[in-house]
C-alpha cells in the first residue's frame, strides 16, 4: 500500500517505523519537527503542508491508499484530509486531541446536515488509551485485557511474581483450568509461544486465552481475586483521568481524583457525580498518605508528564498499593517504567498505532488484537467451504501459532488437538508478527 503521512513527530514516526517495511511510506513536514528519525527508514520525505494541492498532485496522491493527518495541529489534521478528500476517494485518518473537534466531526458523519462522509476515521489517542486502562482496571491484577465473541472468550495478560503458584513450573504441570490456553510468554522484553515443557519463571508475562468462564476459574485459583475492585485513584485531571472516571462511576467503583489545578477541579466536580475530586499534587507523599491513597486498589497516573507520571506512581508503590498503571507519553519509556516496578505502563500513541494497523492497513489478514506493544498478533481467519475437515494435531502450520479459539455458529470451542476444523469454521489464532502473513497464507493454500 501506498501511505502518505503528514505530520513529523513521535507519532508519525512510530507509524513510519512499524509500517515502512511493508508498505511505500511518504512524509509530509512543515519542518517544525525534528525528522532525524525518519532517516533511519526507507521512507520519502518532503516539507511542506499536506494541504497544498499542488504538492498532493506533485506525490501522486490520486494513487494513494491512505491519508493520515497527526500533526500536534488539530485544525491543521482537519484541513488536511478534507482537502484530500477534495482530491480522491482514498481513506483520510485524522487524529484529534480536543473532545470538542472529536464531537464535531462526529455531527458532520452522522447528523441531518451531512451531504458527505467528509474524514473516514477520527481518532483520538486518549479515548482509546482510556478504553484500554478501563478494560485492565475491571479485571484485578490483569496487565492487558481483550474480548472476543462477543464476551464468550477472552485474553487475559498476568506478570509472574514471587507468590504465583505455577512459578518455576512446566507449563504442562500447572493444572490450568479446562478451555484455558497459554499462547504467548514475554521475557526480557521478548515475546514467543511456549511449549508443554516451557518453564515459567519469575517475572515471565504470560498471555491466556479461552472461555470467559475458564478464565474467571483461573484467576480465583492461580491470581487471587476473590475480592472486586472497589476503590480506584486517578491522578491528573485531564481528558483522560475525567473519562476514565466517567467510565468507572458506571461501574460503581470509588474514585477519587487528585489534580493540581484549581480551575480544573471545578469542571471536574460539575462533570463527576460521584467521584471525590482533590485539589492537590500528586507527587507530594504526604498528601497522598493523608488522603489514604495506600488503601486503593488501583492507582492511575495520568498527567501529561512522563516523569511526573513515573515519580506518582513509585509513591504508590511505595504506599503498598497493588496496581499501578502509567500514562507515557513517549514510546521508548514504557518499557523502562515496568523495569523499575510499574505494573502496567501504556502509551497513547502505542493505542493509536495498533488501532490504525488492525482496522485499516490491507494486510489479507484480519487482525482482532494487537498485544506486546506490536509482537504479538490475534487472527480471525474464516475457513472456506472447501476445506478438508480434519484435526489441528494433523495440520502442519508453517510456523509458531496457537489456534485458540473456535467459532462455529453460535458455538465457541476451546480446541485440543483431537479437535476438528470444519469449513465455516472462524478461527481465532494467536501468533507473532513475523508470523502472521505466513499462518494466513498457509490457511488460504489449504
Known sequence: MKIVIYGANEIACLIAARLYEDHDIIVIDDGSNNADNLDKLDIEYIQGSGANISLLESIGIKDTDIFIACTDNDEANIVACLTVTNMTRLKTVCFVSKKENVESLSLVRG??????????????????????IFRIITVPNAIDVENFANGKARLLEYRIIESTKFINKKVKDCNFPEETLIVGITRDNTLFIPNGDTQLLLNDKVIFMGSSYSLDILANKFFQENSEIRQVTIIGGGNVGLMLAQNLEKANIKIKIIEFDYKRCIELTENLRNTLVINGDGANFALLEEERVGESDVVVSVTNNDEKNLLCSLLAKQLGVPKVITRVSKNANANLFEKVGIDVAISQNGAAIEDIENHLIKTGIEILATVERGQGKVLEI??????????????????????????????????????QIMPYDNLIVFTTKDNAGSVMNYFKRC
Open 111 to 132: 447528523s441531518k446536515y451531512q451531504k458527505e462522509l467528509m474524514i473516514d476515521y477520527v481518532l483520538w489517542p486518549e479515548e482509546l488509551m482510556t478504553q484500554e
Open 382 to 419: 474464516c475457513i472456506p467451504s472447501n476445506f478438508k475437515t480434519d484435526m489441528i494435531m494433523n495440520l502442519k502450520l508453517p510456523c509458531s501459532a496457537i489456534i485458540a479459539i473456535i467459532q462455529r455458529r453460535n458455538r465457541v470451542i476451546i480446541p485440543r488437538g483431537t479437535t
